[in-house]
């Protein structure tokens, strides 16, 4: 038998798309739009990415719709080794911590692939989480409001869970989404005020 | 209160969105790698795209991998109301019928979405369905080959359900693989002949 000349590659670029498969049995805070439990965060990375695909005109300023797909795609798989830590969780406080479990993975997960993309996929993963250009304000946008909608579809969900305010929900949440996409905030705005009104 | 100039186009874009939401909710024939439960159509979404995103290089033409992306982000919301079939299964035999309803599916949500987009999404969804362009060639190779690697990880899973032989997995599933993606295809032949030896 011969070994096929690139063998070696796909076995690398193999055990990587297997390690992906673990951030599928991650668990989030947040729940399906139908409450019948709560999401997995690969098929949370799916839905922003498709979010991306549908609203990229709304960014604040222009972007590269394929770049920043590509960000989503690839933003939480550090989750595999660190978690999901939900924004409005007492957890979520110890910032330094989680940032050190989840830059000890990036390393782990990306060194998976061979050495050309292990680099060029924790750079598109240390773009995302530095926040600073255009295409990564924007990622962060979609996967701020992604849950927002989420939580109205599902009744209030990790709202009510938390026990969010509105003021919370604005400063942690609705600050980050006008960053990148204020049209969508302010679209959503009405349907936001509406629910907390019922408080 | 003024309404927002994008309301009425963001308020489609998020009833489409909204409505993606249930392919979280569409069981595939499929196991996690790990055998603890059968996969959504989302997450598996999610993963053929982080497919595309790696394994672009072995494509047996030249992609846009970008074009990749996106259709396999959509190739599988139509199972949001015809369901997912899984090709060892019986009912994967009965094609126009499935044809029809997937058709039936695709006018109704794609419609969801502004006009423009409505086109745009249908025409990538098309390409994929009719499987003649390179780019669509190689986006069935990936959405066919990931099970294979999620069977082999789960120790036969799907095969065992549907009791697949290898001249059977090879004429189904490896010959679209192979029009595709013949290195990855090459790359998994050891492993799969090693777990049909064993049965």
Same mark, same amino acid.
């Given at each position: 038998?011969?070994?096929?000349?690139?063998?070696?590659?796909i076995?690398?670029?193999?055990?990587?798309?297997?390690?992906?498969?673990?951030?599928?049995?991650?668990?989030?805070?947040?729940?399906?739009?139908?409450? %019948?439990? =709560?999401?997995?965060?690969?098929?949370?990375?799916?839905?922003?990415?498709?979010?991306?695909m549908?609203?990229?005109?709304?960014?604040? =300023?222009?972007?590269?719709?394929?770049?920043?797909?590509?960000?989503?795609?690839?933003?939480?798989?550090?989750e595999?080794?660190a978690?999901?830590?939900?924004?409005?969780?007492?957890?979520?406080?110890?910032?330094?911590?989680?940032e050190?479990?989840?830059?000890?993975?990036?390393t782990?997960?990306?060194?998976?692939?061979?050495?050309?993309q292990?680099?060029?996929?924790?750079?598109?993963?240390?773009?995302f989480?530095?926040?600073?250009?255009?295409?990564a304000?924007?990622?962060?946008?979609?996967?701020?409001?992604?849950?927002?909608?989420?939580?109205?579809?599902?009744?209030?969900? %990790?709202?009510?869970?938390?026990?969010?305010?509105?003021?919370?929900?604005?400063? =942690?949440?609705g600050?980050?989404?006008?960053?990148?996409?204020?049209a969508?905030?302010?679209?959503?705005?009405? =349907?936001?005020s509406a629910?907390?009104?019922?408080?």
């Amino acid at each position: 038998m011969t070994t096929h000349p690139h063998q070696g590659r796909i076995d690398a670029q193999l055990a990587f798309l297997i390690e992906a498969d673990k951030l599928k049995s991650v668990m989030r805070g947040t729940s399906l739009h139908d409450n %019948s439990r =709560r999401e997995y965060t690969g098929e949370h990375s799916w839905h922003i990415a498709l979010y991306a695909m549908v609203m990229a005109e709304h960014a604040n =300023r222009p972007v590269n719709v394929d770049r920043v797909i590509k960000m989503l795609l690839i933003h939480d798989l550090v989750e595999i080794d660190a978690g999901d830590v939900p924004i409005h969780s007492a957890a979520a406080r110890d910032a330094a911590t989680q940032e050190a479990e989840e830059q000890a993975a990036a390393t782990r997960i990306f060194g998976l692939l061979p050495p050309d993309q292990a680099s060029s996929f924790r750079a598109l993963w240390d773009e995302f989480e530095a926040a600073e250009t255009d295409d990564a304000v924007f990622a962060k946008s979609l996967d701020r409001v992604q849950p927002v909608v989420s939580n109205l579809e599902a009744g209030g969900a %990790s709202w009510i869970d938390y026990n969010v305010t509105l003021d919370q929900l604005e400063s =942690r949440v609705g600050a980050k989404v006008k960053r990148g996409a204020p049209a969508i905030w302010d679209a959503l705005h009405t =349907r936001i005020s509406a629910w907390f009104a019922t408080r």
